[in-house]
């Protein structure tokens, strides 16, 4: 299999086209319909990327499966043809960017968590939808643990830099002391969680939610939080000190004219499609801190933290791939065992249900080895009548685990009784020119 990947991400495209090809809808069994070549597909969405995950065969065409992808995303998102350019990597290369994605060594802030999560969700959603192929599955679970030997090794995550880390220190400077802050979180997803978890670390104990999906009461409880009703939400936002929204459903919640009736108030709008009117930034009690601003701002990573982290994932792909290359054996290593113990079980039923004598078994055993190494026997003689025994011992040796020398020499075992009836006995483990029964 190859791993195709093909992603619109904040490194080499703006945020808002991100946002406009984010609206695609079931973006995976699309693809799966429109490829008929794919094994599987899994689409990963987060703040500042689209990255659409493909195993496809060797012998895909990258470019035209590059076109059809671009093509579908296209029309699900409304977006001109022309206008969508994915950056396309596969086989190693695109195991090396899916790994350091999940690792958060791709992200906007180096070495974010949130990413392992959004990781393990898309392929649960891949899953769900029936378009997770098990060697992207695999890929996706060992790049999520990469994430983890990444983060206790390198140190990277240990700062506790994230997207939400970086935005709510931004809010910090134009906020007084976090235990006095009042906050509103508006939304219900992986970074209000992320926001609530933040804030608490931060000593905030004033934080409350509001949801347009009904789910405020829900999500607050147990996380020792309030929650805001609809008919709540114009008192809430005049009374709050900052207002994280984090829904990213593509229309304003927050807007012009609501916030012009909110006191002084710093917003942080963590949606890629944004929650905010961007108007909402002119006006005199407004602070407006979005994605933009952020990823203009994120902490530089440790070099040598980055270095060794890098380390890493080249180890986890390295041992990734040869483990994919063992399992593409599988189908011959299973075909082996079913043709030799179906040998075994011919040879069982020749015993038939009389007892066995020492000399019948020997006799059942000698006659099984025969069997087995017959087709070896006569390949070998062809090997040697069309000049091809370097090869054919070399195949031999790597297939048996004996040494090139012993098989010439002959000297790799002890010698061979042979059974009443062969014509003569072996002496130093070479039979004799005239015995053919093993080649029987």
Known sequence: MTIHVLSADHRYTPLDDIARLSSADDLGPTLVRSLPQARGVMVLRTCNRVTI????????????????????????????????HLRHLWGHDGLVDLFSTAAGLESMVIGEREIAGQMRRAARTAWEDGTLSCDLGRAA??????????????????????????????????????KDARVLIVGTGAYAGATVSALHALGASDVSVYSTSGRAREFARGRGIGWVSAADLPSALEHADLVVTCRGLGSPVLTRDMA????????????????????????PNI???????????????????????????????????R????????????????????????????????????DDAARALRHLAARLIHNPTVMAHRAGEESQQERYLEALGVVLGIDETALISGNDATPHAFSPGDHSRSRGGVCPHDVHTLGA
């Open 53 to 84: 995950y493909i195993d496809a065969p060797a012998s895909a065409n990258p470019h035209a499966l590059k076109d059809t992808v671009e093509r579908e995303l296209a029309q699900a998102s409304h977006v001109q043809r022309k206008d969508v």
């Open 287 to 321: 602070t407006l801190i979005d994605l933009p601003t952020i990823q203009a701002s994120v902490p530089a990573a440790d070099a040598d933290a980055l270095t060794r982290a890098r380390a890493i994932i080249n180890e986890e792909v390295s041992s990734f791939e």
């Open 260 to 283: 012009a009736l909110a006191g002084r108030t710093v917003v942080l709008d963590l949606a890629l499609m944004r929650d905010t009117e961007s108007s909402v930034a002119s006006l």
């Open 323 to 358: 483990g994919l290359g063992a399992r593409s054996m599988d189908p011959v290593v299973r075909h082996l065992r079913s043709r030799v113990f179906r040998i075994v079980e011919e040879e069982i039923d020749r015993l038939g249900e009389a007892p066995l004598s020492t």
């Open 141 to 178: 679970e060992r790049a999520s643990a990469t994430s983890r030997r990444v983060a206790t090794e390198t140190g990277l995550a240990g700062t506790g830099r994230s997207v939400v880390a970086v935005g709510l220190d931004m809010a910090a400077t134009h906020l007084g002391p976090w």
